[in-house]
């Protein structure tokens, strides 16, 4: 979960950057379309979509498995380092892809629109008119304050992250977290299942707090303040 999140945060953070400079162009509606593609995909679907058109496809096009649509290994796999790390690789490629794609398209939109109102701003006017290179201004000046409203709603969205990866783990048949819950769900299980709210509702309490704490990083006038 934390390499899809990690990948999501970095899609949504190129698109809406892409789409705030080139603002109201071709490449801007574009990414908006595919955004709200991602966007209106249900997560149980858009898994179930690449299971049987990307990796099936794809290994048989390629004559071998290359993309792996069940568990976290292949049991009894023999081999070296690098076969071990190919086949983890393997495994982890849908399940990532499926989360990233499911959370960067909202989270590119406030990436946009924070970006957007900030180089309307003006200290980023006079930083332009200064002579600053437009890099400079975009990266050190612009890019630092529109970072906050993509800072929180990745820590608002934290639980809906969860409650995806739930819905990947039970599709990709994977042991975690997910399974887990969902074993003691079917059992009846209530210590497991409190044991699971507990451990993910501390998990949502931390991630709330970090923005908290880079708020002044990412704008001195909060630091200040």
Request: glycine share 6%.
């Amino acid at each position: 979960m934390s390499l899809a999140l990690l990948l999501a945060i970095v899609l949504a953070l190129a698109v809406g950057v892409v789409s705030a400079v080139r603002q109201y162009g071709v490449t801007d509606h574009l990414l908006t379309l595919i955004s709200v593609v991602f966007l209106s995909l249900p997560v149980f679907w858009f898994a179930v979509l690449l299971k049987n058109y990307l990796a099936v496809d794809l290994n048989n096009a390629l004559g071998r498995r290359l993309l792996s649509t069940t568990g976290q290994s292949t049991p009894n796999l023999t081999g070296g380092l690098w076969t071990h790390v190919g086949d983890t690789l393997g495994h982890l490629v849908l399940p990532v892809l499926v989360l990233a794609l499911s959370m960067y398209p909202s989270w590119s939109r406030f990436q946009r629109t924070a970006l957007v109102e900030v180089l309307d701003s003006d200290y980023v006017r006079l930083a332009r008119a200064k002579g600053l290179p437009r890099r400079r201004v975009l990266l050190h000046h612009a890019l630092r304050t529109a970072l906050i409203p993509l800072t929180t709603i990745v820590a608002i969205d934290f639980a809906a992250v969860i409650s995806g990866a739930v819905i990947v783990e039970k599709i990709f048949a994977w042991q975690g977290m997910g399974t887990m819950l969902l074993d003691g769900i079917a059992s009846r299980d209530v210590y497991v299942v409190l044991a699971w709210l507990l451990a993910a509702a501390t998990a949502v309490v931390v991630i709330n707090l970090i923005p908290d704490l880079l708020y002044g990083v990412l704008d001195p006038r909060i630091r200040r303040a």
